[in-house]
């Protein structure tokens, strides 16, 4: 867990607004907005509160217990992303709080939220971008099939990846490419991608929303 203050954060939120936007200028897609999510794995119970006094309404939580467990205290404070790996026998759990998941890349999940998510929640699939073997999301070749079902019976909008691990953001810049442009040859508006590593690159190759945790509360570097 990580410490910060309120207006640590405020103005650290200044600053990669006004990154995102630059990026934006630099994409082909400057009309579109860039959503900044607040990731909130780094951040206790009692500090979520600080997030709210920065004006923060919605934050995205990867683990199912935390959420739970931040929704009992905070509610209708924020709204709520889910953004980890989605277990099927987690959705039942936060399928009522969520009105957004960004990670649904198995058969078992998407049976679970076609039988339990709220009909207004967006879902987001998880795609393995790269095909590493030690990660969840649904493989590129599966994908078209994996959309047609999941379209049939959930809110389907956008497609979500985490690439490879890099020191060299520019070294993704073609898996968010290829992202992009999966995201827009099924007609799905929202391509979650980008931390806080690469946040620009993913930006400038289409992102609708990143997904930032340390550099929020860590000093930019
Ligand atoms: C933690 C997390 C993020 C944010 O990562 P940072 O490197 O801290 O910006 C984004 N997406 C997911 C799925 C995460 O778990």
Same mark, same amino acid.
């Given at each position: ?41 780094? *951040? ?12 923060i309404t919605r934050v995205g939580e990867n683990r ?11 509610g209708a404070t924020f709204q709520w992303d889910f ?54 999301? *649904? ?71 990143v997904r930032l945790g340390s550099c929020v509360y860590?000093?930019?570097?």
């Amino acid at each position: 867990m990580t410490s910060f203050t309120a207006s640590d954060v405020q103005q650290r939120l200044v600053e990669l607004h006004r990154r995102i936007h630059a990026a934006k200028e630099r994409s082909d897609r400057t009309q579109q907005t860039v959503e900044l999510l607040v990731a909130t794995k780094y *951040v206790a119970l009692e500090q979520m509160k600080l997030l709210a006094d920065c004006g923060i309404t919605r934050v995205g939580e990867n683990r199912a217990q935390a959420l739970v467990e931040k929704y009992a205290q905070y509610g209708a404070t924020f709204q709520w992303d889910f953004i980890g790996h989605l277990q099927s026998r987690k959705v039942k759990m936060i399928a009522p709080i969520i009105d957004r998941v960004h990670s649904l890349s198995s058969q078992s999940a998407l049976a679970e939220l076609e039988r339990y998510a709220k009909p207004t929640t967006e879902v987001f699939i998880e795609v393995n971008i790269a095909g590493e073997t030690t990660k969840s999301g *649904v493989g590129v070749t599966e994908l078209p099939s994996f959309i047609s079902q999941a379209q049939t019976h959930l809110k389907l909008t956008g497609l979500m990846t985490m690439p490879p691990a890099t020191a060299n953001a520019e070294e993704n810049r073609h898996w968010f490419r290829l992202l992009r442009q999966l995201a827009d040859e099924h007609g799905l508006q929202h391509c979650s991608m980008g931390t806080s590593q690469d946040f620009e690159v993913a930006i400038e190759e289409g992102a609708t929303i990143v997904r930032l945790g340390s550099c929020v509360y860590e000093p930019i570097s």
